[in-house]
């Protein structure tokens, strides 16, 4: 190589890492000031974080002197050594979080050094460089950890292998800069682990890479560990003990440590089918359960309610969760006093802090994901080809409309992809919320009081055309977080409550509370019956420590019970006209369709239907996490010793039938 030319790229390389290095250095400043984790950064971590960088600085700009043999040595051990810093890095930008001691028993530190050297062995297999093997290890631990860190801290849920299916609706999110990035000490120092190997690797000469007639043979052995690790994690009974808590993985995340609980939740991605599960067993359990004829309703002279469905996003009775705390004014006065033509009370959902998508399947099939791997998105890993759902069940009973309004992405989940599928005519995004009706927003998404307007837009321009019912579906978007200050006059009153953001979230709900009156008020006066049922998809996700501060106790000490009723939202069905008034039920996503249809008057319903009608009064509330039966007890889903087990088989049964064996599904008794 020129001389001149390798000096030119040797001062470019040390002027990018020091720049590097100075941001890095300021970064820390900014967030210590703003971090909202509340970490009193004291003198010494001050002291120990200046040290760091001037040692840092000191090796990016300090001529290497050391000797070649010296250099291959320390490179090689800074490559050996790399699995076991990445461990560390990773575990510390979770440590605050976490907030439990990080995992050092020899065997769950090996199993998680194991995957960070199988990665790093799969880079040098590509690059045959220690130095590229090592650095591009500890830049992956970084994201990593971040992405870890993120997901954690906004949704109070850990990150799953799952999720990654999910990470162009995440990006979408991203996108829209809504989520900051706030850390706490333990995370710096994490960061600054890796940081410090990508610098000191980076600034000593390795050894070169063998010649090319060898290469084959470095990579059959880097080949062979990699493969060897996959066997006894895939095949070998030996991990069997490491299981993971998927009601709520940063359980598994403190117990078994991070890298390896997301590798041991890949196990959970895929669908099992039930034991004893084939078509006839799904047809003898149908048997007992046949469908009405719907053709003879659609043609029938009773009049049938409009139905419009809202699933709130993230609206949740904060107040009802734990040990509650109070506020100066009601935060959702209008919900509360809804009396009169209204049923309503507690909607258990699977979702927590995120997932929407799971609870829109949930209600417009049946379905449960209970029976599906804890974050499974059925919108884009299960639905490849028609589905029933109430869309297609109330289109055949002659609903016009059968439209579906998110305004965001029509990408998210795949929504684009599944709402045909399912039978919907028609999917507005936000790319439709163009008239000056649409434009309010509450921070920087598009309001509920303009989502519910272009439900009355899309409302009357069907009436306009037709007398028919009308069928409406629509998944808004406002209370989604982060939240920012939009001040309505909500004040937190209690003293143990010290949550900015749950402040901010407050006051985001008693704007929704408005706009739920503003709909209601809207169709109350109309004589043409119509039906408007209501529900949030899942409790918020706001930063900090607020759900332990509800609780009296850590999340991630909570149990399967605790869970299953921290997981409820408000939910009510409203007429215009005289219906059956009832007041605190506890109601589960895929129950809900159901009773929605009655309540507007349809008396046809399918085998599926009644079967889960019946299902209902045994085990009134059911969720990803398990269930609480009628004797007031709570099981997990495959609890052979719950006197309900033989039910709950069943359900799975013909969930399967109809979500994964669509080829082999009963005729009729779904649609």
């Known amino acids: 190589m020129n001389i001149e030319w390798a000096e030119k790229e040797h001062k470019t390389r040390t002027f990018l890492m020091f720049a590097g290095l100075t941001v890095y250095y300021l970064l820390f400043f900014v967030l210590k000031i703003y971090s909202k984790h509340g970490d009193t950064f004291g003198t010494l971590p001050l002291i120990a974080v200046t040290a760091l960088y001037m040692s840092l600085a000191f090796i990016i700009f300090h001529k290497n002197t050391l000797s070649l043999k010296t250099n291959h040595v320390l490179s090689a051990a800074g490559f050996a050594i790399t699995p076991i810093l990445s461990y560390f890095s990773v575990e510390l930008i979770l440590h605050g979080i976490l ?19 199988l990665f790093m062995l799969f880079v040098y297999m590509l690059s045959c460089s220690f130095k590229w093997a090592s650095v591009i290890t500890y830049i992956f631990d970084i994201g990593m950890g971040l992405a870890m860190f993120l997901v954690l801290d906004e949704r109070n849920t850990a990150l799953i292998a799952e999720d990654f299916l999910s990470i162009g609706t995440a990006g979408n999110v991203v996108s829209d800069g809504l989520y900051p990035l706030n850390l ?5 120092a994490g960061i600054s682990i890796a940081y410090a190997g990508i610098i000191v690797m980076s600034r000593l000469v390795c050894p070169k890479a063998p010649a090319k007639r060898y290469r084959a043979g470095v990579m059959i052995l880097s080949v062979i560990p990699i493969f060897l690790f996959a066997w006894i994690y895939v095949s070998s009974p030996i991990l069997d003990s490491y299981t993971s808590e998927l ?12 890298m390896f609980a997301l590798a041991e939740s890949t196990k959970d991605t895929e ?13 003898k359990i149908a048997a007992d359960y046949k469908s009405d004829d719907i053709t003879a309703e659609s043609s029938g002279k009773k009049k049938k309610a409009n139905i419009i469905v809202i699933m709130n996003e993230s609206f949740c009775d904060l107040q009802s969760a734990g040990n509650g705390f109070t506020t100066n004014k009601d935060v959702m006065p209008f919900v ?17 802090g995120g997932g929407t998508a799971i609870m829109e399947f949930e209600f417009l099939t049946g379905c449960s994901n209970a029976f599906l791997p804890e974050s499974n998105i059925a919108y884009q890993t299960e639905i490849k080809s028609d589905m029933p759902s109430m869309a297609d069940r109330l289109k ?7 439209t579906a309004i998110h305004p965001f992405s029509g990408s998210g989940y795949k929504r684009d992809k599944a709402y045909p599928l399912l039978g919907f005519d028609k999917f507005l995004t936000q790319d439709d919320f163009t008239s000056s009706a649409d434009k309010k927003k509450v921070g920087s998404l598009i309001s509920d009081e303009s989502a519910y307007n272009k439900i009355i837009e899309e409302y009357s321009a069907s009436k306009k055309k037709t007398s028919k019912p009308y ?7 406002q209370n989604h977080s982060p939240y920012r200050s939009f001040d309505q006059g909500i004040r937190i009153t209690d003293k143990k409550i010290n949550s900015d953001n749950t402040e901010k979230y407050l006051n985001y709900i008693h704007e929704s509370d408005k706009a739920i009156k503003y709909l209601v008020d809207y169709f109350e006066n109309k004589k043409d019956p119509t039906v408007i049922a209501f529900f949030g998809d899942h409790p918020p996700a706001i930063s900090g420590d607020i759900y332990d501060q509800i609780l009296g106790k850590k999340l991630i000490d909570t149990d399967m019970a605790e869970n299953i009723e921290l997981r409820k939202t408000p939910f009510f069905i409203w007429a215009n006209y005289d219906i059956k008034e009832e007041s605190g039920v506890d ?25 889960l009608s019946d299902f209902r009064e045994k085990v009134p509330v059911i969720n990803a996490f398990g269930y609480r039966a009628a004797n007031g007890k709570y099981y997990r889903i495959d609890d052979k010793t719950s006197p309900y087990y033989k039910l709950v088989w069943k359900y799975s049964i013909l969930q399967y039938n109809d979500l994964i064996d669509p080829d082999n599904r009963i005729s009729g008794f779904f649609s």
Do not use: H, W
Request: glycine content about 10%.
């Open 99 to 117: 907030g439990t001691d990080i995992p050092l028993e020899p065997d769950i530190v090996l199993l998680n050094c194991g995957i960070y050297a």
């Open 184 to 188: 706490f000490f333990s995370s710096f």
């Open 247 to 258: 009601y709520l993985p940063q359980k598994a995340y403190a117990r078994c440590g991070s």
């Open 271 to 283: 669908v099992v089918k039930p034991e004893g599960y084939s078509k006839a067993a799904a047809e």
């Open 336 to 352: 509360r006093s809804m009396k009169n033509n209204t049923i309503k009370g507690n909607m258990y959902v699977s979702g927590f």
């Open 396 to 402: 055949k009973l002659g609903y016009t409309g059968i």
């Open 471 to 477: 069928f409406t579906f629509e998944v808004t978007i």
């Open 587 to 611: 109601m589960s996503t895929s129950y809900f369709s159901d009773l929605v249809e009655k309540t507007a008057g349809i008396s046809s319903r399918t085998g599926y239907q009644k079967f």
